[in-house]
Structure formats: structure tokens, C-alpha cells
């Protein structure tokens, strides 16, 4: 992956048991506008804020207490780092198509005020810098995204989705328990996994 001087990505090694860790690290560099770059099922570029994550994983589906309700969002609950972790794919949240399970390579560990959440997407890409000039509002356009943003990977300028963590939040614990309980029961959606 690839990086520049403020951000550092390394790779830590594990038991063979335990998941393989990529770290994320970041330097004194302005955090409130690092964003961890990841691709959707739909070849389209996702953003959320580095602040609200903790690590990134190579995702393994083994040591997973599994949710059958396959209405709910929620596929299941991993225990990471002693801290048992609701775990969604991005893509059924976001209402893209999944792909099939296997081709799901990483798992971004995020930590809000209200607890842990394990984001399962296809792969990241990058670690970039969005200034505010960068960000275009889409919230009106679509209730699950803040802002459309021009970011460039390599030499090439993409547009990339910053979703509403927010907004995440609620569809999975509701209004009222966000700040209260983070184990509350989801809400159930139409995403079926």
C-alpha cells in the first residue's frame, strides 16, 4: 500500500492462530483530514476519517460467533483485542452488491464514543489527505454520505465517497442507544447477507 512521510502503515506478525495485523500509525500530521481510502463491490472509492480507526486487519472469518438472522446487518461478533466487535460488510450497508465472501480481504477496526464496529470491505487502498476545498456536500443526494471528494491515487484523480458514520451508527443501534449502549440490538435492515 502505498504511503507518504506523515503516514506510516506496518506490518506486525502474529501466531499463526491469531489474525495478521496491519497497524495504522499516524504521525503528528493534521488527523481530522487523513482518510483511509478503500474500494466498494462496485469498483467505486469509500472514505472514512483515520481519527475513528483503530487498526487495520487481514480479515479471517474463523473465531467469529456468527448472527444467523440474515436480516440483520450485523453478521456477527469477533472478539479483537479483548473488545468484542459487531462485525458488518460495508457493502451491505451501503447498499452496493456483495461479492462473494472470499473476495472480502480486510477488516477496519473503528472505534467511536459508543464502542468498537468492525468494517469488512474488499481492500484498502491508501491513506490520503482531504482538505476541505477537496470535499463537494452529497448529503442531500444520498443520506448515507457527507461529501464527494476529488482525492489522486498515483497520478490518477478519483472521486471518493465519504460516508456517514453517523448515520451507520443509527441504522445499527438506533437514535437512542448510540451513546448509551453500543451492544444495544441492531436494527434490522433490508441487506440481506
Known sequence: MPHNNTQILSEAYLDEDEIDLVKLVSS????????????????????INVAKVTELFVFQKDNIAVNNDKKNIIIGTADIRSHMTPLIY???WFGNKN???????????????SGYLGLIVKQVIDIVSINAEQMFSNSKQNELTTFIAKITIGKKTLLCTIFDTDKLLYDLYGEDTIATNPHAEPLCTEHIL
Open 28 to 47: 503528528s500530521a493534521d488527523i481530522a483530514s487523513q482518510y483511509v481510502i478503500f474500494e466498494g463491490s462496485n469498483a467505486e472509492y469509500y472514505a
Open 99 to 113: 461479492f462473494e465472501k472470499t473476495a472480502y480481504e480486510l477488516l477496519i477496526l473503528c472505534h467511536f464514543s
Open 90 to 92: 460495508f457493502d451491505a
